[in-house]
């Protein structure tokens, strides 16, 4: 096998946007600065986390534009394509590799299924021929796609069809479909690993980089994890591992990864605004519960980061 295109931590951006619930473009070199001083790797933008299916096609030719001027080889921007139209797909692909895009992520689309696994090879290739100088990872993430069909096999129909779909961003629990993308044809695709919460098992079966939310906010817990693994400290390995899944507990209860995400980046002083309807936003009660909980499972020194005031909200800097 040869070297990997992406290694390491590949957070999953947030779109920043103004209460108005337009786009804010004005705040992405600061946040792309924060994301690399906590050593990531790269950035998945305009996926879930990123809200892309809820942009218009021009947004998100905006957004990835102004991601772009700070890709480099050491911070790799990955843009995400999908949608339920193939003609957007196909357009916001061209678009990704017109402007330099290090790699291309693309969903399955979600109304409209395809129903087997002919069928999703059909429309993703159909996609990665617009970018055909551009890797491209297929997004495979059937909690919100509703497409589940057998990675593997697909993996098998690509091969020789689709040259530059070079591996899958695969967010499912599904850990032995994992192992077999992993052992085909000899390690030749890449699996990133999505599911932040079981990042230790995604080590374990061999992936070499993961792609999450929650690696914008708390990936000092997730390098520990790695490098205790890699060590041989699974005892140590696995307490990390605890740390992420009481952080995804508290994300469940407050809207999810997107809404809580959110609020955590704006409680620590990245304010990525509100999110775009219909997913809504906490309310002033819920965010001084939510900063409780975070301190209740040692999120800020887990983290290395410092609450701060906002909206008029009273919150005692640890720091």
Not at 136 to 141: A, C, L, S
């Amino acid at each position: 096998m040869s070297s990997p295109f992406l290694t390491g931590f590949i957070a999953a951006p947030f779109t920043s946007m103004l209460p108005d619930g337009s786009i804010e473009l004005s705040t992405t070199e600061s946040y792309a600065a924060f994301l690399r001083s906590q050593g990531i790797s790269g950035a998945f933008i305009l996926g879930t986390t990123g809200e892309g299916i809820s942009l218009t096609i021009q947004e998100r030719k905006s957004v990835a534009e102004e991601w772009m001027k700070y890709d480099t080889p050491d911070f790799k921007i990955i843009v995400h394509v999908g949608s339920a139209s193939l003609k957007v797909c196909q357009e916001l692909a061209a678009h990704a590799q017109d402007i330099g895009a290090s790699a291309v992520g693309v969903i399955g689309p979600s109304f409209f299924k395809p129903a087997t696994v002919p069928d999703l090879v059909h429309y993703i290739e159909q996609v990665a021929n617009q970018c055909p100088d551009t890797p491209v990872y297929y997004y495979h993430i059937p909690s919100m796609s509703g497409v589940n069909l057998p990675m593997p096999e697909f993996l098998k129909q690509v091969k020789g069809r689709i040259p530059n779909l070079i591996g899958i961003k695969f967010t499912h629990h599904d850990l032995m479909e994992m192992n077999e993308c992993l052992m085909l044809e000899g390690g030749q695709f890449e699996i990133l690993h999505g599911f932040d919460e079981t990042l230790l098992c995604g080590l374990a079966l061999g992936i070499q980089a993961a792609v999450g939310s929650t690696y914008n906010y708390f990936v000092p817990v997730y390098q520990a994890l790695w490098e205790a693994f890699d060590s041989g400290d699974l005892e140590m390995a696995r307490k990390m591992q605890q740390h992420s899944v009481k952080l995804v507990q508290v994300l469940k209860k407050y809207g999810g990864g997107i809404v809580c995400g959110k609020a955590i980046m704006k409680i620590i002083g990245v304010d990525c605004g509100p999110c775009r309807t219909p997913l809504g936003q906490l309310s002033p009660t819920e965010l001084k519960n939510l900063y409780n909980d975070l301190v209740a499972i040692d999120f800020f020194s887990l983290s290395n980061t410092s609450p701060l005031h906002f909206d008029g909200i009273q919150i005692k800097n640890q720091g």
